[in-house]
């Protein structure tokens, strides 16, 4: 495989083709923040952005991103990714924490394209990102309390 | 001072420090490493003062979610008075002469909603301590007297000569002292940390993917292995074919066990790829070949006739015959996954007399005692450090640690020297048994003319989590039962028996026990008696529970914030719950919406507890939002199923788990109390279950006995 663009820098990636790029974040570069749960994207645990784009990072191989760009958590540097950060740390959002980070790339992407989300646009954006510890209620809030700090 | 905190040497705390220190040069980001590791004031084993002024907390809880290391860091603190700023919290090692539960005996773990409860005074007496040194060595340098000066926010002051330090600068001095023997804690009027909502410890870490959890702990020359489970529980490998798997690039090792056959691997995928390419006859002679179907009749076969007793007063058999109406339901519930999002996993090295694990650990003692007896080390040999756990949920302490030893007998058979790492996939994890067991309640109720319950008789047919069927002292597993033996209302002819079988399925704690079993039986059929005498389900619970004024007070205050009693729109229902578990007390108002077919959603739970003292409010809030969650997730769709032993489930298609748009609005109310805390992460879960059927039945006049709460399953 050859050279990947993660968190704006340039990797060489030595893994085969068909090997899912989470992986090989976690496991080449060393890029654990983004989480393993189900091997079949049902859970978004391991979402990652693909050029701003919610993706599941354990059902995509890597050579199927050559030419894009990856943001993982450590990388959500983004104006809207920080307010997402910051109004999960107001509203301490974090139970065990697992599925977070997938959970607030998935928030960032939905604020990146809905500024104001309705309840029901964020349904539909966060659906897909289980919370066993069901920090719900939290997420919820803290999407519209981001929203509100970028106006 | 609790003689848990006071009973060692200074020698011993300091090597205790120094077990940590090194421990968390790999649990780096648990918390942090102190800056001056050379002088460390250690006055006890739960915190220690850096010259950099760091306060770090040692926690003696995994955190799991629940929040245990900053309500541990709280209180000490707390007594402490340092600036909640300058705290850092660490992960404590297996060591159960330090860090034992105290409501536990000499075993350290985290479980059954003890953690606050046992350490509420010994981490408060761990910090006056360290702040009582603190001021003695202020005073002696000043020469003042010590009750002159005042700590706040770790700032050392004496105000005739405005003289001010902070615990960094005196934390040499005060290593010289010897401990005090007794302390004296503040009085709660002074709490300013303690009742007040703090930010978790964790947060940070936590928002920035940045936690460190076994699955991203790497250790120089570490290996990964993926097991390869029997589908039928019980089965063995009979023959291996291994050659396709020891052909893929980055395949070391293929290992045969008796429960399986384990890949070793330079990294998760070569492993995983390694393990389905594996070839397994399996001998399943001695495999379970439960169907889920043939169990359900059975256990109402059972549920019909007569089991142990395990009380009985009045004359039950008299009252229900002569009674005026007489009422029976029969409330059934499913096996059930806990699925943790972060699968089971974890690290361990075998060296030279010795073993060093890495892993969230819920049952520290009994983890390392296994360990030490499969290798024939001392317990005290055997190393374990803690890392965060991405939700346990009861999983992570199996008492037979299952997964912990999988992994032990991997590197056993290596005998490299090497640490390797297990994770289980998520299929391996669904279908890993350790199952809430399945459970069947039959119920028979009698109400006079006058409206009034004049009989109660529950019989529960369930495995238990410990033994085999009635024990030869009659002393039942009390997870069969909790929550029902002890029924909290007055109902002069009671009796409860139980049918223990013996399917065979590995079962285990799930948040809350036999109380999410109990509960769903207990408040439902109450609710169904309410109906039965033409009473009001809030108005009959009320009258039963003269005597009960913790109970009660849940429960008036759930049902006024909850809107009881108020107009509802068209097609809603309201119903009411009410249980004590761990000494904590829940109620809560359900409000659904029924759609067409029997279609609902919910739409509002508001929750009263009463939690003694609520160290940290806001941490109470998250667990009651968190335990209504957890037990919508199962009361919708949480179910494992068997066919010819194995199982069916095996993901989150098959398993499914409560999804953001399936969230009620939740509120919570914490009723105020000056009471010592209980525990808050498992009693938010057992009212959620029968305040929803009994809100079903107030939507639609149909009731939802048998668990998930499918359409179908309406009678």
């Known amino acids: ?151 | 001072m609790s003689s848990a905190v006071n009973k060692l040497s200074r020698r011993d705390f300091l090597k205790a420090g120094l077990a940590v220190s090194s421990g968390l040069t790999l649990g780096l980001r648990l918390g942090s490493v102190p800056a001056d590791e050379a002088a460390p004031f250690m006055p006890n084993a739960f915190v220690r003062i850096g010259a950099d002024n760091s306060v770090t907390i040692i926690a003696k809880h995994v955190e799991m979610g629940q929040g245990i290391h900053t309500g541990l860091a709280t209180l000490l603190a707390e007594e402490l008075d340092a600036d909640w700023a300058q705290i850092r919290v660490e992960a404590a090692p297996a060591d159960s002469s330090r860090y034992n539960n105290l409501n536990w005996g000499g075993n350290q773990g985290t479980g059954g909603s003890s953690s606050i409860n046992n350490a509420w005074l010994q981490m408060r007496e761990a910090g006056a301590a360290a702040r009582a040194m603190l001021v003695a060595a202020a005073a002696a340098q000043w020469q003042v007297a010590a009750s002159d000066i005042s700590v706040s926010k770790g700032q050392l002051r004496h105000a005739a000569s405005g003289r001010e330090g902070s615990f960094g600068d005196f934390c040499a001095a005060a290593a010289r002292l010897p401990v005090p023997g007794a302390v004296k804690l503040k009085d709660p009027q002074e709490f300013v940390y303690i009742g007040h909502p703090l930010a978790r410890t964790d947060a940070v870490a936590k928002t920035h993917g940045q936690a460190l959890y076994t699955i991203d702990l790497h250790l120089p020359g570490m290996r990964t292995a993926v097991m390869l489970h029997p589908p039928r529980i019980g089965a063995v490998p009979a023959t291996v074919d291994d050659k396709a798997a020891r052909a893929i690039k980055g395949v070391h090792a293929v290992i045969r066990l008796d429960q399986g056959v384990a890949v070793v691997a330079e990294n998760f995928w070569a492993a995983k790829r390694g393990r389905d390419a594996l070839k397994v006859d399996w001998d399943e002679s001695r495999a379970i070949t439960l169907d889920s179907e043939d169990q359900r009749t059975q256990y109402r076969e059972l549920a019909s006739r007569t089991g142990h007793s395990l009380r009985a007063d009045g004359d039950v058999a008299a009252a229900l015959t002569t009674s005026h109406k007489r009422v029976e339901a029969v409330y059934e519930l499913p096996y059930l996954a806990h699925a943790t999002l972060e699968p089971m996993n974890c690290i361990v090295q075998i060296s030279q007399g010795g073993c060093e694990l890495w892993y969230g650990a819920q049952a520290m003692t009994s983890d390392q005692n296994h360990v030490a007896r499969l290798l024939g080390l001392t317990p005290a040999k055997v190393k374990i450090n803690q890392l965060f756990a991405g939700g346990s949920f009861g999983r992570r302490a199996d008492l037979q640690a299952d997964y912990v030893l999988e992994t032990v007998r991997i590197a056993q058979a290596l005998g490299d020297g090497q640490p390797l790492k297990l994770l289980w996939t998520r299929e391996d994890d669904m279908r890993g048994g350790r199952y809430r067991p399945a459970a069947t309640h039959a119920l028979h109720g009698a109400v006079n003319a006058q409206g009034e319950v004049q009989a109660w008789q529950q019989r529960i047919v369930c495995q238990a989590l410990r033994g085999g069927g009635v024990p030869k002292n009659g002393k039942v597993d009390k997870t069969l039962h909790e929550g029902a033996s002890d029924l909290p209302y007055r109902i002069g002819n009671l009796a409860v028996d139980v049918h223990i079988p013996e399917p065979g399925v590995p079962v285990l704690w799930w948040r809350s026990v036999g109380h999410t079993h109990t509960a769903f039986a207990v408040e439902s059929f109450i609710d169904e008696l309410a109906h039965a005498a033409g009473r009001d389900p809030l108005e009959l619970r009320r009258s039963l529970l003269r005597d009960d004024p913790r109970r009660l007070a849940v429960l008036e205050l759930a049902a006024a914030a909850g809107d009881w009693g108020k107009p509802l729109a068209k097609g809603h229902g309201r119903g009411i719950a009410v249980h004590r578990s761990f000494g904590t007390w829940v109620a809560e108002v359900v409000e659904v919406s029924m759609g067409e077919d029997e279609r609902f959603s919910v739409e509002r739970v508001t929750v009263a507890v009463d939690c003694g003292l609520a160290v940290n409010p806001d941490v109470v809030r998250a667990q009651m939002e968190g335990g209504v969650g957890y037990a919508l997730s199962a009361a919708l769709a949480g179910e494992i199923t068997f066919k010819n032993g194995a199982v069916v489930q095996d993901n989150f298609d098959s398993y499914p788990v409560l999804r953001l748009s399936q969230m009620p609005r939740i509120d919570v109310h914490i009723v105020p109390s000056a009471e010592a805390p209980s525990g808050v992460g498992e009693p938010g879960v057992p009212p959620l279950a029968p305040a929803l059927a009994n809100a079903l039945f107030a939507a639609s006049g149909k009731r939802w006995r048998r668990l998930p709460f499918k359409t179908s399953t309406a009678v």
């Open chain 1, 1 to 151: 495989m050859g050279k990947l663009t993660i968190n704006q820098r340039e990797f060489d990636i030595q893994a085969d083709d068909d090997t899912p790029l989470l992986w090989v974040l976690r496991d080449e570069l060393g890029l654990t923040g983004t989480k393993y749960g189900c091997g079949k994207a049902l859970c978004g645990a391991c979402t990652v952005l693909v050029d701003g784009k919610p993706q599941r990072a354990c059902v995509t191989p890597v050579s199927a991103l050559a030419k894009q760009s990856i943001t993982t958590i450590e990388g959500a540097q983004s104006k809207v990714a920080q307010a997402v950060i910051n109004a999960w740390l107001e509203l301490d959002v974090a139970q065990c924490g697992y599925c977070q980070s997938g959970q607030i790339l998935a928030a960032a992407a939905l604020l990146e394209t809905h500024a104001q989300p309705s309840d029901a646009q964020i349904n539909e954006a966060m659906d897909g990102n289980l919370c066993r510890c069901a920090t719900y209620v939290r997420i919820r809030a803290a999407i519209h309390r981001a929203a509100e700090k970028l106006t």
